[in-house]
């Protein structure tokens, strides 16, 4: 062990691969950060639960977008199957607890990403990004055609869930407890996440997105790779919908739709992807100005988003993080990042 | 009449919309057929050119005709505008960065459509002439659902002319199959893309004024309709002028026969079969097995 670091110590680049995985000083700072929004800002928790809530969504996205390089525009697929899951078994008096709920919304909403991705993830390109559009498109109508048990365009309002380890209420007025519960969650499924990318698993998402002919040849499996990183995503998004449904006691359609799903793809890139802090950078980002820009003014905050996206395929191709990296190597342009064909 | 419904007149119905939607879509699937381009923005260039014909006849005063006619040429303008000075330098970007910036786009056409003209729906008052019903001989239907079909059929024919005839046709044709043999062989693939792109976008904007009657034609245009501009593409073939004809005529019927029996059901019908479809044939019922 002390050997094969020493032998490794004198060159910079395998230095770094070998230490990339270890904890940095600054990784702290987001979960402090977030702990004393909950001491400074006691009236903004629901806006902050919304946030940790895209936070998770956008994290889930990371692992298919990022890492294993498949472009979605159906991701709000798994989120509405986490938060109808949870929403439907409260509504109709069959099961409340939360935590269960949540695994419960994983569950389903990994079954419904394994289904989809053994069959979805035989194509790619435009092809793949149409089927994905087309599942959540299916889920929405199945979910407004089935009224009696979904609730159908007006959703299913003031879910009953039952107190978090029977003592916490979650109060809508005052979302303490909400707050608190999204932070653990998504510091858990962080902490999947982290340890995900930088196992051998997802050692090979990356090898997959960068070059899809070579990873056969050195025997990585990668249908089954592509799948069950799209399965472990979706279960990741059902939690964030699980969550959303138990914080807000309700669901409807806009939780499978098209708004949402591209809304997490910009959260993603406008924070960077394929770097996981970047979902952390790019929501707060999005959710901070779309909370203060779309209520007043929400055409100007349109057109602000437009030429922001713009902005960001043409020249800034790693969001937040990538500038914010780019400008501290000293580096040129934040443009071209290495992937780029 | 067999078994109470009127054959005719669902076939009419559909082929009718069918009709608007190809007129939309032909000009993504060959601009994205060509240049293998992700663009979600393309609505967006067909809601431009039905407020632009909405506007020519209501604050221009001009019939029609001459607004669609106006409409077409001023939204292909603007888009050669967009396509010099923005597309072109993502061509060779990954699909994320094409999908990221035609999204955008969208917002800010929706956006700044919005600004100018409000977020109501447009109306668009049809000539008296094309309101009423018309005598087919075997049975009356609204004049105006017939005029589109011929409208249609007259704009395929001119297209496949164009495709199949032509010397740009050709290196249109020769560019999807296979773009790099044709570059090789002199075929300048950055000049036919411009002016496929003006065509495409000035298309768009026909179909957006043309079908204005029963799509609406509001901000959320390019957003609500995209699905099933890309559907048709895709079930079309991507680059394939006759297949983008029978896939929207196909998905045109399908709707309006669906929207009638199974008003709930409908659509749910069509994304299933979509899936289904690209399943079995990744390229498009009409594509030509891809590389």
Redesign the interface.
């Given at each position: 062990m002390t050997a094969a670091r020493g032998d490794v110590a004198p060159q910079p680049a395998a230095r770094a691969l070998a230490t990339r995985h270890r904890l940095r000083a600054w990784e702290p700072i987001p979960w402090l950060l977030a702990i004393a929004f909950y001491f400074a800002f006691p009236r903004h928790l629901g806006f902050g639960t919304e946030l940790l809530i895209a936070i998770l969504f956008a994290l889930s996205l990371d692992l298919v977008l990022g890492y294993a390089g498949i472009v979605t525009l159906g991701h709000a697929a798994f989120f509405g199957t986490g938060a109808y899951t949870v929403g439907m078994l409260a509504k109709h008096g069959i099961w409340n607890e939360p935590i269960t709920g949540l695994l419960l919304a994983a569950g389903l909403a990994a079954a419904v990403g394994v289904a989809s991705g053994l069959v979805l993830l035989r194509t790619q390109g435009l092809t793949l990004l149409m089927l994905t559009l087309c599942t959540m498109a299916l889920l929405e109508e199945a979910a407004n055609l089935g009224h009696a048990y979904t609730g159908g365009f007006d959703g299913l309002d003031s879910l009953p869930i039952a107190p978090l380890f029977g003592v916490f209420e979650f109060n809508p007025l005052y979302p303490t407890t909400q707050y608190i519960y999204a932070l653990a969650v998504l510091f858990l499924s962080f902490a999947f996440v982290r340890t995900l990318v930088y196992s051998p698993f997802g050692q090979s998402l990356a090898g997959i997105r960068e070059n899809v002919l070579r990873m056969p040849a050195v025997g990585a499996p990668v249908r089954t790779r592509l799948v069950a990183c799209y399965g472990l995503s979706a279960a990741i998004a059902g939690v964030a919908g699980g969550i959303w449904a138990q914080a807000n006691a309700y669901v409807n359609l806009g939780t499978l739709g098209l708004d949402r799903a591209a809304t997490v793809v910009i959260i993603l890139v406008l924070g960077g992807h394929g770097r996981l802090y970047g979902a952390f950078a790019g929501a707060v980002a999005y959710m901070v100005l779309s909370h203060f820009l779309s209520k007043i003014y929400p055409t100007a905050w349109q057109l602000g988003l437009g030429f922001l996206l713009v902005f960001i395929a043409l020249f800034a191709r790693n969001g937040i993080l990538g500038i914010a990296g780019a400008s501290r190597r000293g580096g040129g342009s934040a443009g071209s990042p290495p992937g780029r064909s | 009449v067999i078994l109470g419904v009127d054959v005719a007149s669902m076939l009419l119905g559909g082929v009718a919309a069918g009709m608007v939607l190809f007129i939309v879509s032909v000009g993504l699937s060959v601009t994205?057929g060509l240049m293998?381009f992700?663009n979600l923005a393309h609505g967006g260039f067909a809601m431009l050119g039905g407020y632009a014909v909405a506007q020519f006849m209501k604050q221009g005063g001009l019939g029609f005709a001459p607004a669609l006619v106006l409409g077409f040429a001023a939204t292909a303008a603007v888009s050669v505008l967009f396509e010099r000075l923005?597309y072109r330098?993502?061509y060779?970007?990954?699909?994320?960065?094409?999908?990221?910036?035609t999204?955008?786009?969208?917002?800010?056409?929706?956006?700044?459509v919005?600004?100018t003209l409000g977020p109501e729906n447009q109306p668009l008052t049809l000539p008296p002439a094309l309101r009423g019903q018309i005598d087919l001989g075997f049975t009356q239907y609204r004049a105006y659902s017939v005029v589109l079909i011929a409208v249609g059929v007259v704009i395929a024919a001119g297209l496949w002319l164009g495709i199949e005839r032509t010397r740009m046709g050709a290196q249109i044709r020769a560019a999807v199959d296979n773009r790099r043999m044709a570059e090789s062989l002199g075929i300048n693939i950055d000049r036919l893309f411009t002016v496929t792109f003006a065509l495409g976008s000035g298309m768009a904007a026909l179909g957006g004024g043309l079908g204005a009657e029963f799509l609406g034609l509001d901000p959320q245009y390019p957003?609500k309709y995209?699905?099933y501009f890309?559907?048709v593409v895709?079930v079309g073939g991507?680059g394939r002028v006759t297949g983008v004809f029978y896939a929207a005529l196909l998905i045109g019927v399908l709707d309006f026969v669906l929207k009638k029996y199974l008003p709930?059901?409908g659509?749910?019908f069509i994304?299933?079969l979509?899936?289904l479809l690209?399943?079995w044939r990744?390229?498009g019922l009409f594509g030509a097995r891809g590389t």
């Open positions: - | 994205m293998g992700v923005l330098r993502l060779r970007a990954s699909e994320l960065d094409q999908v990221l910036f999204i955008g786009l969208v917002f800010i056409m929706i956006a700044s919005t600004v957003l995209l699905v890309l559907i895709a991507l709930q059901g659509t749910l994304y299933a979509t899936i690209l399943l990744p390229q």
